[in-house]
């Protein structure tokens, strides 16, 4: 059963505190997502990454950074979390081109809290 | 700017057909799909319109029409289990990135 793996379920952490959210998928995928939901707004991309070591700006990248070292993984950093960065994080990860067709596959998500 | 419309919410009865619908405003248009979440759970591909038209999957369906800017899922005989929150989304270019929609609150009723 093919997968993408977040490696916390839930995580509470200082404000202040440097954050990884670590995403790994068994799929080969090459493209990468990193969306964050939030009540009444849906999902809202921050970063994806097309290949390995590429990184694209999404809708809110502001207070986040991504690294992409290994094809399987694409982690999401929160250098100097905040209280406005508590919120349900979403990896996701597609096949090129036809992802749109195929869809994303997403992982089980983090919900991160931030004190 | 970029919007996707859908309801926030919706009722419907156990055994019924329910229709979410999805207008979008967005400077490219290459595709619109439909996603499905549980409370708690992970958004999970439902179904995908590339061109104008109907596309059938079970008791889910899609429509598009790109000359109105709309789409909309159907589910049919209507299930305690497919209470769930729906997605619409686009894909807005020639990239793999899609936009997501706020999402719809589907409450079945026995």
């Known amino acids: 059963d093919v997968k993408v793996t977040q490696s916390s379920r839930y995580l509470v952490k200082r404000t202040g505190e440097k954050v990884f959210l670590e995403c790994v998928q068994d799929?080969?995928?090459?493209?990468m997502f990193w969306y964050r939901q939030d009540p009444g707004l849906g999902l809202r991309l921050i970063y994806f990454?097309?290949?390995?070591?590429?990184?694209e700006k999404g809708d809110i990248p502001e207070g986040y950074s991504v690294s992409r070292e290994k094809k399987e993984r694409f982690s999401l950093i929160l250098e100097s979390a905040s209280t406005n960065q508590t919120s349900m994080y979403l990896c996701a990860s597609s096949p090129p081109g036809t992802g749109q067709s195929y869809g994303y596959t997403f992982g089980s998500g983090t919900r991160l809290t931030v004190v | 700017g970029q919007s996707l419309e859908q309801p926030s919410e919706v009722t419907a009865v156990e055994g019924a057909i329910v229709q979410i619908n999805c207008t979008y405003q967005t400077s490219g248009f290459y595709g619109l799909s439909w996603y499905q979440q549980h409370d708690g759970g992970a958004p999970t591909f439902l179904s995908y319109n590339g061109l104008d038209g109907l596309e059938e999957t079970g008791r889910f369906s899609s429509f598009l029409s790109r000359s109105d800017s709309y789409g909309y899922l159907l589910l049919q005989e209507l299930q305690m289990k497919d209470s769930a929150s729906y997605f619409c989304?686009?894909?807005?270019?020639?990239?793999?990135?899609?936009?997501f929609g706020k999402g719809t609150r589907l409450h079945i009723l026995p």
């Open positions: 990454s097309y290949d390995v070591k590429m990184k």
């Open positions: 799929m080969d995928h090459e493209n």
């Open positions: 989304a686009v894909r807005e270019n020639r990239d793999d990135k899609i936009i």
